[in-house]
């Protein structure tokens, strides 16, 4: 079976870093674009980021205006995964994150909600943002 799973979440202090991964399983990622989401408990799910299939795209990483300047997506298709470095952290950064793959390779072509054409979705990574 398709599976994406996400790893690195955990508790950190407002201001603190992590480090997600998405590493895929029995499916290779090159191809795909990649995007990361996050769901908080009663809201709806929010894509914060996306990058094109090719290492080498001429096109840049797409991110939510919440996220942009303090999160960083990058993918090493070698080593089958995506990472997403989270920097300056706040406490509404608090969700569970996950990943999936698109069944486009550029994000252009249609990283917008409802996000239907996103595949394999992961089981997430808690991410709690306190002090």
């Known amino acids: 079976q398709v599976q994406l799973v996400e790893s690195g979440g955990g508790l950190v202090q407002p201001g603190g870093s992590l480090r997600l991964s998405c590493v895929a399983s029995r499916f290779t990622l090159d191809g795909h674009a990649i995007g990361w989401f996050r769901q908080a408990p009663g809201k709806e799910r929010e894509g914060i980021s996306c990058?094109?299939?090719?290492?080498?795209?001429?096109?840049?990483?797409e991110y939510a205006d919440s996220v942009k300047g303090r999160f960083t997506i990058s993918r090493d298709n070698a080593k089958n995964t995506v990472y997403l470095q989270m920097n300056s952290l706040k406490p509404e950064d608090t969700a569970v994150y996950y990943c999936?793959?698109?069944?486009?390779?550029?994000?252009?072509?249609?990283?917008?909600?409802?996000?239907?054409?996103?595949?394999?979705w992961g089981q997430g990574t808690q991410v709690t943002v306190s002090s």
């Open positions: 999936a793959a698109a069944t486009w390779s550029e994000c252009w072509l249609g990283y917008r909600p409802p996000y239907t054409d996103f595949f394999s």
């Open positions: 990058i094109d299939a090719s290492e080498s795209s001429d096109g840049s990483p």
